[in-house]
Each structure stands twice: as structure tokens, then as C-alpha cells.
DNA sequence: CCAGACGTTGTT
DNA sequence: GTCTGG
DNA sequence: CCAGACGTTGTT
DNA sequence: GTCTGG
């Protein structure tokens, strides 16, 4: 949308124009709260999410439709969007390729080695390896956990939240967030590549960026654990996510927190009175390199190291 | 106080 | 569990 | 993150 | 467009 003088306070016939833009904007958010309220009422009785856009589209209840156009005279009247502006991607691929045996070597784990393979496209849902401080023992345990973050108060009927990503930004103030952070479920999320997708008009080229000797990067991560049933316990991690470095920002607004090994333990917990949420850096773009790869490593069933190759 | 939500990204 | 909105 | 699916009744 | 599954 071009950009607009709003000098005036009122329009030609008198209409208050701040007034009205609040008013668009007030209208928008009650509707905005309105179909989430309906949406979960129908979820909690059971209904199929499916079902319930079948009813908004029955009902003419497309208000996020609705929204989409007040915003369109909110902005004419303001110049600004309501939504403000929107950051570009995550970190939601990744390969993780090292042996367990490498990365217990590594980041100095000291729990039974498991067994699992290398994975050259690492999707969130899958059981993938990070690093835990263990509260009692205070050593370092490699395990394989859920990518998606579900927290015990979770209702796993419903299919709540599982976020792939957390932002470090605002991590102290997400009630998800909070809870994992404080009782120290901070994990390393061993990735020896990250995959980010350039947009390109209609097209989407995914890139590899990796640390400059390939070896595992050391992701900053939380975990949680929900006890399914008795003796069952579903163990997750979310990714935590910051603004990019000037390599990564080629591709894509976002990228994972890579943390130096200087600040594993302070993550961990392992240090006494230090603040975890300080080491929440972006890495600097010298100790990365990055390369086009393969569209193939769109879908999670092409899992081989032939992804890796760098395309000209 | 209770009820309800709790996240990310990407789009209008 | 814990925070926000009413 | 991307790929792939996306119904059927009966209806204010 | 929007959701689910991997």
C-alpha cells in the first residue's frame, strides 16, 4: 500500500478520523476474539477442525475476512497496519548427521549411548537428539525427544499447541515459555545444518547453512515432559529462534540461536547465578557458511546425503 | 476472584 | 502450571 | 519448515 | 486458504 499523508484530523464533512480508526480497530479485534471464542467452543465439544471452518464458511463467519478488510481502512485512515509489520521464516528443518557416539564426544554426555540414524532432514514431529542437564546426577544426558514443545497441562485429545519455535525475544513473557525456562528444561539441540527457504516470486530455493568446519552447532532449546499414562512420558523440545546474522539474512529474517561452547554450561544451568536468557545471541555470520541446495529437501520422505549437495 | 488461553510464521 | 482479561 | 489433503448429511 | 502429518 502507498504511503499516505495524514496530516488532517478531519476529513472534508467532519468525520473524526482518529476516532474512526480506533473504532476499525476496536471492531477488528472484537471479531478477531469473536471466531477464536466460537472456534473453541465447537473444539472443546469435539468437533473437527475441518468442521468448524465448514461452519464459519456456512454461517458467513469469515470474519478473519472481515479483519483482513477493516485493516485495509485502518491503514487508509492511519497509514499503519494493525498487525504491524511481519518478519520473514523460522527454523523448522534441519540435519543432524553426526554419530551418537560423535556428539557424546562433543558436548560431553555421559548417559547409555542411543541408538539413531543420521538425519539429513530433520522435521518437527520427529524423535531427534538434544542434550540435557540431568537435575540430579549434573551431567550431561544425549536423548531422543519430540520436536514440538507440549507441556504437561496439554490436552493431547485436542491437539493443542506444539511450537516448533520459541522467540527469544519474548521467551520470559509466553506462559508456555515460562515454565520450562525457569525449572531449567534448557536443552542443546545438535544441528549440523539448519535449512532455510528463499522466496523467489512463485518459487521457493532452500539453503544449507552450517558452522565453517561442519561441525554440530549447539541450538539453544527448552524441554518439557507430559506424563501420557502410567509409567508413559512424552518428552518434547521447541527450537529457540533471534534475529538473523548478515549471512542468514540473505534468505531469511529469522534463524536459530547457536550458542559458542563458551555458553553451554550457562544454558544448561550448570553455573550457579548466572543468567540463562543472557547467551541468547545471534552468531556472527564469519563462522557460518552457506549453500543453494536441492528442492527435493522440501519433502520430509527424501531423507539422504545426496540434500547436502550444493547446487550451483 | 474465575475462566480461558497459553506459539510460530506469514497474509490479508 | 501460570498469565491475562473481565 | 513443506507437502498434500480438502466429506457426508441437513440447513437458519 | 487452511489444516494435518512428517
Redesign the pocket.
Known amino acids: 500500500m502507498e504511503q499516505q499523508e495524514h496530516d488532517a484530523e478531519r476529513a472534508g464533512d467532519g468525520t473524526d478520523v482518529a476516532k474512526l480508526a480506533r473504532d476499525v480497530e476496536r471492531l477488528l479485534w472484537r471479531a478477531t ?1 469473536a471466531e ?2 466460537l ?3 465447537l ?2 465439544m469435539g468437533v ?8 464459519h464458511a ?3 463467519l ?1 470474519l ?2 472481515a ?3 477493516a ?2 481502512v485502518h491503514e487508509w485512515l492511519t497509514g499503519e ?13 534441519y540435519a543432524i548427521i553426526d554419530a551418537p557416539s560423535d556428539l557424546r564426544a562433543r558436548f560431553g554426555t555421559s548417559n547409555p549411548l542411543i541408538n539413531f540414524d543420521p538425519n539429513y ?1 530433520a ?4 524423535a531427534l537428539p538434544v542434550i540435557r542437564l540431568h537435575p540430579k546426577e549434573g551431567t550431561r544426558h544425549l536423548d531422543l525427544l519430540q ?3 507440549v ?5 493431547l485429545a485436542n ?13 520470559l ?7 520450562p525456562f ?2 531449567g528444561q534448557r536443552c542443546l539441540v545438535p544441528m549440523n545444518l539448519f ?3 528463499k ?1 523467489l516470486g512463485n518459487t ?1 530455493q ?1 539453503y544449507a547453512f552450517a558452522a565453517v568446519d561442519r561441525s554440530p552447532f549447539a541450538v539453544a532449546g527448552l524441554w518439557e515432559v507430559k506424563k501420557v499414562s502410567e509409567g508413559e512420558f512424552l518428552r518434547s523440545f ?1 527450537v529457540i ?1 533471534g534475529k538473523p546474522n548478515q549471512l542468514v539474512q540473505e534468505v ?3 534463524m536459530p540461536i547457536i550458542l559458542p561452547e563458551s555458553a553451554w554450561a550457562t544454558w544448561l544451568g550448570e553455573i550457579p547465578n548466572a543468567m540463562p536468557d543472557s547467551v541468547l545471541k545471534t552468531l556472527p555470520a564469519e563462522l557460518m557458511q552457506a549453500w543453494k541446495v536441492d ?7 527424501n531423507n539422504n546425503p545426496g540434500l547436502l549437495d550444493p547446487l550451483p
Open positions: 476474539a477464536r471464542m472456534a473453541g467452543v473444539r472443546r473437527d477442525q475441518r468442521q468448524i471452518n465448514r461452519v456456512a454461517q458467513d469469515d478473519a475476512h479483519a483482513g478488510e485493516n485495509v497496519s494493525i498487525w504491524g509489520e511481519y518478519e520473514e521464516a523460522m527454523c523448522g528443518r532432514n522435521a518437527p514431529t520427529q520436536w514440538g514443545l507441556p504437561p497441562w496439554a490436552d491437539k493443542g499447541l506444539q511450537p516448533t519455535n520459541a522467540r527469544a525475544e519474548t521467551l513473557e509466553k506462559p508456555i515459555f515460562t515454565q525457569r525449572r535449512y532455510e527457504w522466496k521457493k532452500p521447541t529462534t531469511h529474517d529469522r528442492a527435493a529437501v522440501g519433502n520430509v520422505r
